[in-house]
């Protein structure tokens, strides 16, 4: 079993950044992918970035590319999302989760975090 807390989110302007932390519960984090994803009002939740186990390979949606970075401390049991330049498109409830797989597909990830909200005024 693993636990996720996300923390981070908060109101910021257009352009500004922000990291997102996760932290996870349980000694067994090293054996999960990672991933993060958003949900904005009236959407479905989309992929956003995912990170391998040792942390040594990184995926992310194209809408992201050059603005976002996910990384992981497996000794901290934490992974974050770096988040630059952002736009008011950006605006959701972020949420991080622990898959067995490499993957974007949200039905492959086993555990979920509660989320945070991010807004980004224009």
């Known amino acids: 079993q693993v636990q996720l807390v996300e923390s981070g989110g908060e109101l910021v302007q257009a352009g500004g950044s922000l990291r997102l932390s996760c932290a996870a519960s349980g000694r067994t984090f090293s054996r999960y992918n990672m991933g993060w994803f958003r949900q904005a009002p009236g959407k479905e939740r989309e992929f956003v970035a995912v990170?391998?186990?040792?942390?040594?390979?990184?995926y992310y949606t194209q809408s992201v590319k050059g603005r976002f970075t996910i990384s992981r401390d497996n000794a901290k049991n934490t992974v974050y999302l770096q988040m630059n330049s952002l736009k008011p498109e950006d605006t959701a409830v972020y949420y991080c989760?622990?898959?067995?797989?490499?993957?974007?597909?949200?039905?492959?990830?086993?555990?979920w975090g509660q989320g945070t909200q991010v807004t980004v005024s224009s």
């Open positions: 989760a622990a898959s067995r797989y490499y993957t974007t597909t949200s039905d492959d990830y086993d555990y």
């Open positions: 990170i391998a186990r040792d942390g040594d390979n990184t």
